[in-house]
């Protein structure tokens, strides 16, 4: 997927001011954690319930790599054939290699935050493989070419008008409508077109059994079961940190995530593959390719203080439940992953040099942490982030440098009391001069940002220092001194 995180402060501006998606965004705040709520007091004991989900992702992470050769073991042992990638360019090298040598011209794909991470479609499709998605929301936006919105909905901001005339363009209905039912029902007959001569289909993969080598997917639409069933070649891509111990946690954690996704006590449909079709069945593939990606996550696994990124089950939930993404929606993180999930998890694919926005629009009011299931300190990560590019000289941006001197010079002011009085009185004619009617509303050299939303006293003439020595009363420490005489 292309990456625009440089647009960050331009696209929120932009989507500010979008009245559609601030319309959209507030039904969203409002109404998704409700429905997170009805469904986690759905468990006979939802603490004990989280607290277990909790467990298992703490368990998953921690024994990731004798986990990942776990999975390989029983998966391979099941017919399964399981290649590693490294990074994005091996993974996608892996795809095209499939494709090419059965002579593939097109593939289906199911929803996968994976593929979209790597940016698989337009390596296929400039090498001559086309792919169609076909979850109804990566349909809509792959058909416009826009980013996703939401990990759970990537579509969800659209409006009818806009996927018919969009469907009108690609040929998926033949008269405009807005009638949801109808453009589904569309849709669908044109992908059952694409499924009838499938000999590829891809799938991203949301929970892999160690102990038995199964993967499964989670989907309300039937989509990701025809893109399984439908071809004689499937390939599962899933990032290492899939991986969970045991079925019953695999079980666990599915009934965690519906919940938590869209407030449904399970999905429409669970699917899972142990190896590709045996000789007494009927549907599946006839090879099963599992990729399992690292793209840079044995570095997060490695750095302790930020691992625990990799208990994220994409649910989707903190996203819900952010202020600023409240505001300004998923366009504006400019990848694959947004909201708070996307400012903890962007800095360590991208790098921290280029995704500072990201990790300082956030106001750390912890929402993200209280609700999320995976147990992730989000605020934490984001605090880490920020430290550790103030630390860093070499990648500091012009107001981290700026903020790092500030915060140099005043800690030193703060450590005496003579220095402290002489900075009060050298800094406040100069911040005075700057005052009108009492108050400063705005400051030169990049200090725009802190006064558009708000205005600071100008300094008093005295200091409270100042008044209490022209009130020439005892000093206290005095007084205490005496009284315990
Ligand atoms: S960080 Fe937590 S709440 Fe956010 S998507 Fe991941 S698991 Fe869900």
Redesign the pocket.
């Known amino acids: 997927m292309h990456n625009r995180v440089d647009k960050f402060k331009e696209t929120a501006r932009a989507e500010m001011k979008n009245e559609l998606s601030q319309a959209f965004l507030l039904m969203l705040s409002l109404g998704a954690p409700i429905m997170r709520q009805i469904g986690m007091s759905s468990f006979p004991d939802p603490a004990a319930a989280e607290a277990y989900g909790r467990a298992i ?1 703490t368990e998953s992470i921690e024994r990731l790599p004798e986990l990942l050769e776990e999975f390989k073991k029983n998966a391979q042992a099941k017919g399964a054939k399981v290649i590693w990638a490294r990074d994005s360019a091996e993974a996608k090298a892996s795809v095209l290699d499939i494709a090419k040598k059965r002579g593939i011209n097109y593939i289906t794909k199911g929803k996968s935050m994976v593929t979209e991470e790597i940016g698989l479609n337009e390596h296929l499709i400039s090498n001559g493989v086309d792919v169609f998605e076909t979850d109804l929301g990566e349909v809509i936006t792959q058909m416009l070419s826009r980013a996703p919105f939401h ?1 759970v909905g990537p579509a969800l901001n659209v409006p009818p008008e806009e996927i018919s005339a969009v469907f009108l363009k690609r040929g998926v209905i033949k008269q405009p409508t807005v009638n949801p039912v109808e453009l589904g029902k569309a849709v669908r007959e044109y992908m059952r077109e694409k499924f009838r001569y499938l000999d590829m289909g891809i799938v991203g993969v949301n929970m892999a059994v160690a102990e038995t080598g199964t993967i499964i997917n989670v989907e309300n639409e039937g989509n990701i079961r025809m893109n399984k069933s439908s071809p004689r070649t499937l390939v599962a891509i899933m990032s290492i940190e899939k991986v969970v111990p045991t079925m019953a946690d695999a079980l666990h954690m599915v009934r965690i ?1 519906s919940r ?2 869209t407030g449904q006590k399970l999905t429409g449909y669970v699917s899972m593959d142990t190896g590709p079709k045996k000789s007494d069945e009927m549907d599946g593939p006839e090879e099963l390719f599992i990729i399992i990606v690292d793209n840079g996550r044995s570095e997060i696994y490695r750095d302790i203080k930020v691992r625990e ?1 990799l ?9 819900n ?1 952010c202020p600023i993404y409240a505001k300004i929606g998923g366009y504006p993180y400019g990848f694959s992953y947004s ?3 996307g400012q ?2 962007n800095p360590m694919l991208l790098g921290i040099e280029h995704t500072s926005d990201l990790f300082r629009a956030c106001t750390l009011c912890g929402a ?1 942490k209280k ?6 300190d ?1 605020p934490s990560i984001i605090l880490e982030y920020r430290a550790r590019q103030i630390k860093d000289r070499k990648h500091q941006t012009l107001s981290a440098r700026f903020e790092n001197n500030l915060a140099t010079c005043s800690s030193l002011a703060m450590s005496s009391s003579m220095l402290w009085n002489l900075a009060v009185k050298t800094v406040r004619p100069l911040f005075n001069s700057l005052a009108e009617d009492g108050y400063i509303r705005d400051m030169p050299f990049g200090a725009k940002g802190w006064f558009s939303c708000r205005n600071l006293r100008a300094m008093p003439d005295k200091t409270f220092h100042e008044i209490w020595k022209k009130l020439n009363l005892p000093n206290p420490d005095d007084v205490r001194k005496k009284e315990t005489l």
């Open positions: 992702r990990i995530l938590n996704c990124i208990k994220c089950i994409r649910c989707g939930a903190c996203l439940a909201g708070p999930m903890i998890l993200c609700i999320c299931p995976a147990g992730i989000h």
